[in-house]
T-cell receptor
Framework: GAGVSQSPSNKVTEKGKDVELRCDPISGHTALYWYRQSLGQGLEFLIYFQGNSAPDKSGLPSDRFSAERTGGSVSTLTIQRTQQEDSAVYLC??????????????????FGSGTRLTVV | QKEVEQNSGPLSVPEGAIASLNCTYS??????FFWYRQYSGKSPELIMFIYSNGDKEDGRFTAQLNKASQYVSLLIRDSQPSDSATYLC?????????FGSGTKLNVKP
């Protein structure tokens, strides 16, 4: 597709349930990021995938959070045993190349429209 | 200390005025600097990026970077009501984007 696609756009779940959030990046984009944005707050880095390299998971807030990226394309963020504090908008972004590899050259870093997660 | 600090605002300016948005960052090793605009309920969208000290102009927008003082600013000339949004400053450090919490700008007709 032309942009970064995320699904579902909205998800309401009961506390304690597991949820899966999906991100379909722009075709050919090798770098993929997940962020979380709570109401009125800035963007919180969660995890970063670049090509076949091991993902940078340093932003994941607890071991209830995990993410995969299959075939270097679609990514799934899984939250187990959801808590009310997990309620936020989860944003995915992708870019054509790792910005470390091409410092000084910007190839575009595009956000999806997000998944609004509400834990009740 | 947060990686990126911004005044949350709101910053109110009259239509046609210059809006000045500021951002400071903590790590001198930060490599690249970005300004994103986020309308309420929408995802952030990139409006400017800058790598080198000095000014970079793009239409009504000018980004300014001062690495010695560790700040980056965004000037919006001839502000329009459609510029009303939250402006997020972001820096790259070791391949991660760090975002500020954003400054809310209100441009009054």
């Amino acid at each position: 597709g032309a942009g970064v696609s995320q699904s579902p756009s909205n998800k309401v779940t009961e506390k304690g349930k597991d949820v899966e959030l999906r991100c379909d990046p722009i075709s050919g984009h090798t770098a993929l990021y997940w962020y979380r944005q709570s109401l009125g707050q800035g963007l919180e880095f969660l995890i970063y995938f670049q090509g076949n390299s091991a993902p940078d998971k340093s932003g994941l807030p607890s071991d209830r959070f995990s993410a995969e990226r299959t075939g270097g394309s679609v990514s799934t963020l899984t939250i187990q045993r959801t808590q009310q504090e997990d309620s936020a908008v989860y944003l995915c972004a992708s870019s054509l190349v790792s910005l470390r590899d091409r410092v000084g050259t910007f190839y575009g870093y595009t956000f999806g429209s997000g998944t609004r997660l509400t834990v009740v | 200390q947060k990686e990126v600090e911004q005044n949350s605002g709101p910053l109110s300016v009259p239509e046609g005025a210059i809006a000045s948005l500021n951002c400071t960052y903590s790590d001198r090793g930060s490599q690249s600097f970005f300004w994103y605009r986020q309308y309420s309920g929408k995802s952030p969208e990139l409006i400017m990026f800058i790598y080198s000290n000095g000014d970079k102009e793009d239409g009504r927008f000018t980004a300014q970077l001062n690495k010695a003082s560790q700040y980056v600013s965004l000037l919006i000339r001839d502000s329009q009501p459609s510029d009303s949004a939250t402006y997020l400053c972001a820096v790259i450090n070791f391949n991660k984007f760090y975002f500020g919490s954003g400054t809310k700008l209100n441009v009054k007709p």
